[in-house]
Every structure is written in C-alpha cells, then in structure tokens.
C-alpha cells in the first residue's frame, strides 16, 4: 500500500496540519504580526512557530528603522563633516601637540591614532614623523603585527 505505514517514536503533536492552517489564516492577513504575540495567541512555543512558519515559506517580519532624512539634512551634514587631512593637522598643531609639549614625557611619548583617512594623509604622517620619535598608525614608525 501506499498509505505511509505507523513509525514508532513520539508523534507529532504541535507541527499538526491543523496548526499549519492556523499559522496560515494567522499571517495572511497581516504578515507583519510579530512572532511573539503569534505564538502567544495560538498557543505554541515561539520556536515551534518557526518550524511551521518554515514549513509554510513564510519570512518572519523584521522592521528596520530608519530615520527620515528632510531637506536641510544634507546641508547640516555638509557643514558637521568638514574635516580633512588639513584640518586635523591644524587642529594637532594648534591644540594637541602644545598640550603635550607641557608633559615631562613628551620625548619619550608614542602617538597613536586609528587609520582614519583623515588621519593618513601625507601631510599628517610627515608632520607626525617631525613631531614624535615614535608613532602608531598606517605607515608609522611602529609597525603593529596583523
């Protein structure tokens, strides 16, 4: 015969076909109901929710939230993001640097900065070769192991 013979074991008791048709009647209105407050009111575990939910091809719903952008966003985006190789150089010569010459360690001190673009310009690295005996970024003289 062709009927699927009885199998020993557990019998399947939530992954029911009565509980796919639930799942079913469930998210086809409102794929967007979120998978919690599904398997609460159906009365089933949230992972046994997914089992099904795959049984079905269905893709939990997952917002991603984004902030809208308005017209002058842009503009104020423009006027925040006005740092450059030039302007970080400026900013360690006019602040950074002459805080540093005050400590007693300065000789001795090792720069480090991350490998910010910015911070990788020619003119930076030259700057900060002059500047300090020893230093740690893209191309300084201490070379970090990878």
Known sequence: ??????RSGRPTTVRTEENMQLVSET????????????????????????????????????????QPLNKDDRNQQLEFCNVTSQTYLQMLKDHIIPQLEE???????IWQQDDAPLHCGKIVRDSLDDTFLNWIGRRGTVQLLS
Do not use: G
Not at 1 to 6: A, F, I, L, R, W
Not at 44 to 58: G, P, V, Y
Not at 103 to 109: E, L
């Open 103 to 109: 400590h007693s360690a300065f000789q001795i001190m």
């Open 1 to 6: 015969s062709v009927e699927d013979s009885p």
């Open 27 to 66: 998210f086809a209105p409102n794929p967007q109901i979120p998978q919690r407050r599904a398997s609460l009111d159906l009365s089933i575990s949230c992972r046994t929710l997914q089992h099904l939910m795959q049984d079905l091809n269905l893709k939990p719903y997952n917002p991603r939230l984004l």
